[in-house]
Nanobody, 121 residues
Framework: QVQLVESGGGLVQPGGSLRLSCAAS????????MGWYRQAPGKQRELVAT???????NYADSVKGRFTISEVNAENTVYLQMNSLKPEDTAVYYC???????????????WGQGTLVTVSS
């Protein structure tokens, strides 16, 4: 079984920082890309940031200059460093990964269980 496990959410004051982590585990042949999405109450899920295995990153305009996504490391883990957090960043953050599974061989899109980030004073 291939799965994503997230951690790092919580409550933070405006202007503060948090770091989210997402680890892929299981029968993985390769990881093609990983990223973060978020869903605020009453809103659709939206892209936050993605990174491909060649290091190419993509960010939502709303987080550029404040959030940084890491490259996927040797432990199949990606981090999202979030600085200068704003109340409008409050959402459930979901990790997403495109992987090639080893057994049985094939491509999968995975989602994590979500981690809540609350930005409030």
């Amino acid at each position: 079984q291939v799965q994503l496990v997230e951690s790092g959410g919580g409550l933070v004051q405006p202007g503060g920082s948090l770091r989210l982590s997402c680890a892929a585990s299981g029968s993985i042949f390769s990881i093609n890309a990983m990223g973060w999405y978020r869903q605020a109450p009453g809103k659709q899920r939206e892209l936050v940031a993605t990174v491909t295995t060649d290091g190419t990153t993509n960010y939502a305009d709303s987080v550029k200059g404040r959030f940084t996504i890491s490259e996927v490391n040797a432990e199949n883990t990606v981090y999202l460093q979030m600085n200068s957090l704003k109340p409008e960043d409050t959402a459930v953050y979901y990790c997403n990964a495109g992987v090639t599974r080893l057994v049985p061989f094939g491509n999968l899109e995975l989602w994590g269980q979500g981690t809540l980030v609350t930005v409030s004073s």
